[in-house]
């Protein structure tokens, strides 16, 4: 047999992302969806652009990058021609400048504060940014997100705010080794998207419900997520450095 002449690397990413659609496609489908109904993000923390731009010539078409410094470093390597860029990391006010109009969607408000911070930029630049709201659904301490029982309200308010267009909801689930208490969590998650979707509130279009990560997306999918952001089931292990 001949051997491959791609990196090893390179032949990870092609095989990792062949399982997880698979899989993705498999839980759609258990979840009553067409087996296309759920959108991959491959999440690029830490990952050099060479492996990126491998992920997108197979076929990726979002990537997720956790900090602007990061992904404002890396833009002019990537060939983005057929991909969708979305910040999903927590986004600090003096970094919002920076941020709005270079990614379609900024999933990780998580304050009124920084809504209207996005927005006034927004609107400086012409644009309109679409935005999710980020939600604490586990209600930890150590997270940023509205709690679940104020998403309703704060949605409403930032809905009047120019410059931004709620499009859906992202959350981060806490770690659970109990599968159902999980999906639990994930079906709280998604009750509450279609509760806000059902208000009808001008300027808010609930598309995305972004939830699931490389250990649990398959039962966040379950659960009634359209976006799942993955990253180390891709790319291998994250190797950090002083950068990042």
């Not at 001949?2 to 496609?25: D, H, M, Q, Y």
């Not at 992904?71 to 999903?88: G, R, T, W, Y």
């Not at 009047?160 to 999980?182: N, Q, Y």
């Amino acid at each position: 047999m001949e051997k491959s002449s791609l990196n090893p690397e390179f032949e990870n990413i092609t095989e990792n992302l062949k399982v997880i659609r698979e899989r993705i496609a498999k839980a759609s489908l258990a979840s009553g969806r067409d087996e296309n109904a759920v959108d991959l993000m491959a999440v690029t923390k830490t990952i050099d652009s060479a492996r990126i731009n491998y992920a997108l010539s197979q076929g990726v078409d979002l990537i997720g990058e956790n900090r602007v410094q990061e992904f404002m470093s890396k833009i002019n390597e990537l060939d983005m021609s057929s991909c969708k860029a979305h910040l999903i990391g927590h986004l600090q006010s003096n970094k919002a400048k920076k941020i709005v109009g270079e990614v379609d969607v900024i999933q990780s408000v998580d304050t009124v504060s920084i809504a209207r911070e996005i927005a006034k930029h927004a609107l400086s630049r012409e644009i309109e940014q679409k935005v999710l709201l980020e939600v604490n659904i586990g209600c930890e301490w150590s997270k940023f997100g509205f709690d679940i029982s104020e998403v309703p309200e704060r949605a409403a308010e930032i809905a009047e705010i120019s410059g931004i267009k709620v499009k859906g909801l992202m959350c981060v689930a806490p770690i659970c080794d109990d599968k159902t208490e999980l999906l639990h969590i994930f079906e709280n998650m998604h009750k509450l998207f279609i509760d806000i979707c059902n208000k009808k509130m001008d300027n808010i279009n609930m598309e995305i419900l972004s939830m699931g990560m490389s250990g649990d997306y398959e039962t966040a999918i379950l659960a009634g997520a359209n976006l799942v952001r993955v990253g180390s089931a891709i790319f291998g292990p994250r190797i950090y450095s002083d950068k990042h």
